[in-house]
């Protein structure tokens, strides 16, 4: 994303900016349109630069294809100040060991945003789905409370 295109963006009703990869200009923009942005990044140089250039987030992509929850464990061994948001592999399966690896959110595109909820008229799916994620982060983050709480259901 280019300067031109960011502010396109903004006036278009942006709220945030999202990129695949780092653009000093694009965080220039954001920052002069106080907004938050998370560009991406795949090693710990590209990860640096958009971390020290004021990104909020760095989105690590594809980051599935580079050793998943593990590489988000090895990039946070020495960024461990640097919130990072896997995208590219994240699904349910997957998203709980991400969180304990120490990614501070997801990033799930196809795996929530289901064509076939759209096709069928039934947004339902995604809303279901979308907090089946929200629960795995949840008991991903507070592993006691979710043990308790399965504890609590047997009974």
């Not at 907004?35 to 710990?44: C, D, N, V, Y």
Request: net charge neutral; charged share 20%.
């Amino acid at each position: 994303m280019n300067q031109d295109l960011a502010f396109k963006s903004f006036d278009a009703g942006a709220q945030f900016f999202v990129t695949p990869g780092f653009s000093q200009q694009t965080v220039a923009a954001a920052h002069d349109l106080d907004l938050l942005i998370m560009a991406g990044a795949l090693t710990p140089s590209e990860v640096m630069t958009a971390w020290d250039a004021g990104v909020d987030f760095v989105k690590i992509f594809p980051c599935g294809n580079v050793g998943g929850p593990s590489y988000i464990k090895a990039l946070k061994g020495p960024l461990p100040h640097v919130p990072l948001v896997p995208t590219g592999g994240v699904n349910l399966e997957t998203a709980a060991d991400y969180i304990r690896a120490g990614a501070a959110a997801l990033g799930v595109g196809g795996e929530l945003i289901l064509k076939h909820a759209f096709q069928q008229g039934k947004p339902e799916l995604i809303s279901d789905l979308a907090k089946r994620y929200a629960q795995l982060v949840r008991d991903a983050r507070n592993p006691a409370a979710a043990k308790s709480e399965r504890t609590a259901e047997a009974r």
